[in-house]
């Protein structure tokens, strides 16, 4: 059984920075490209940042480019997300998914997903 587990969402002000996380159990993780997606009250869930399944290309949303880097450790089998310079509009659920399609940024085409993880950025 396939298991994604996020944790590290919060509250922090504006400006301020954050580190998401994503363990994966149930699934040979160095055979999987991951994203990270959010979805925020009202809205449809959006892609924020892809990694391949060696780390060696990364993808991201317009939007948080130069101020969030995915990585992963697939010796630990974990991902992660560091969030810098956060803004209000940032604020969403998070959530880990894992897809064999290289770097989709359609959340379709991701096969597993976590639970979600909160993040809140007050102004």
């Known amino acids: 059984q396939v298991q994604l587990v996020e944790s590290g969402g919060g509250l922090v002000q504006a400006g301020g920075s954050l580190r998401l996380s994503c363990a994966a159990s149930?699934?040979?993780?160095?055979?999987?490209?991951m994203g990270w997606f959010r979805q925020a009250p009202g809205k449809e869930r959006a892609f924020v940042a892809a990694i391949s399944w060696s780390g060696g290309s990364t993808n991201y949303a317009e939007s948080v480019k130069s101020r969030f880097t995915i990585s992963r450790d697939n010796a630990k089998n974990t991902m992660s997300l560091q969030m810098n310079s956060l803004k209000p509009e940032d604020t969403a659920v998070y959530y880990c998914?894992?897809?064999?399609?290289?770097?989709?940024?359609?959340?379709?085409?991701?096969?597993?997903w976590g639970q979600g993880t909160q993040v809140t950025v007050s102004s």
């Open positions: 149930g699934l040979t993780f160095s055979g999987y490209a």
């Open positions: 998914a894992a897809t064999r399609s290289g770097l989709p940024t359609i959340s379709q085409l991701y096969a597993h």
